[in-house]
């Protein structure tokens, strides 16, 4: 089954691991076979991995993009993943967290980024809390 993406003018994406940029108009672009390929707003930077769960997908990504480098990223994704769900309450983030393995563990390294994403507001809203109730310690008066 052909993938079809239609890109803005200058979007950029990746694909195997090659940085591609439209041109200056709309275009459409048809895969035909089977690559990694994800668009510039799901690639994240290293430096952007600050948190548990971009750490997760930070590895879970490169395992994606870099499957000669696979059995490194999938050591750190390990690592991650069992920190997290040893810190965490929550069915539905539990069950993502699931969610996330069974896909690596099948090899759909998309399919897992999907449910990573599904982690981030999860996690948000635990860091947001976390900062207001330190903001609002009576140490920071």
């Not at 971009?54 to 390990?78: C, D, G």
């Not at 040893?86 to 390294?109: T, Y």
């Not at 809203?125 to 140490?139: A, F, G, H, N, W």
Request: proline content about 4%.
């Amino acid at each position: 089954m052909a993938l079809k993406l239609t890109l803005k003018p200058g979007e950029k994406f990746v694909i195997n691991g090659a940085v591609v940029v439209n041109g200056d108009r709309r275009s459409n672009l048809i895969i035909q076979n089977q690559v990694s390929i994800l668009r510039e707003k799901d690639v994240m930077l290293p430096e952007d991995a600050s948190t548990p769960v971009k750490r997760i997908y930070f590895a879970v990504m490169m395992m994606y993009l870099e499957p000669e480098s696979q059995s490194n990223w999938h050591t750190e994704f390990t690592k991650r993943i069992t920190e997290f769900m040893n810190v965490i309450r929550g069915e539905e983030a539990l069950q993502n967290c699931i969610a996330v393995i069974e896909a690596v563990n099948k090899g759909e390294h998309y399919a897992a980024l999907v449910h990573c994403r599904k982690l981030l507001p999860f996690e948000k809203e635990r860091l947001d809390y976390v900062s207001s109730e330190l903001s609002d310690s009576p140490e920071n008066d």
